[in-house]
């Protein structure tokens, strides 16, 4: 059966989809976008706006009993492949050298008219 999942403390879907689904021991959650729940506002550039996303993904983790070490695959959106080192060193962070598998595409566009969205797979712990 797949568990559909709407989280507290991050923003609300801006479309018809839930934050994560469940089948099993295995998690897919959406790709998120650099809006802070408070404000429902996306911040600003996209350094803040890949801090506030890993926030995002640690939250809806948290909730599905797994955290950002049972991630086992990311895929990076950006609008423009010139913010790969940005976004390198600020991902890597949230890590502990155990990096998962992923995937950086560079997109035309994306929701709200972000720099970056990120969506990953992982696993209860
Ligand atoms: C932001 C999204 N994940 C979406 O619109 O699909």
Known sequence: ETIRV??????????????????GNVIFV????????????LKDGVEQQTVQIMENLKTILADNQSDIEHITKTTIFLTDMKYFEK????????????????TTIEVASLPRNANIEIECIAVKR
Not at 6 to 23: A, E, L
Not at 87 to 102: D, L, S, T
């Open 6 to 23: 709407t989280h507290n403390g991050v923003p609300k879907p801006i479309g018809p989809y839930s934050h994560s689904t469940g089948y």
């Open 87 to 102: 976004v390198n060193e600020i991902y890597a962070k949230y890590f502990h050298g155990h990096f998962p598998a992923r």
């Open 30 to 41: 959406s790709g998120q976008i650099g809006i802070d729940q408070k404000t429902n506002m």
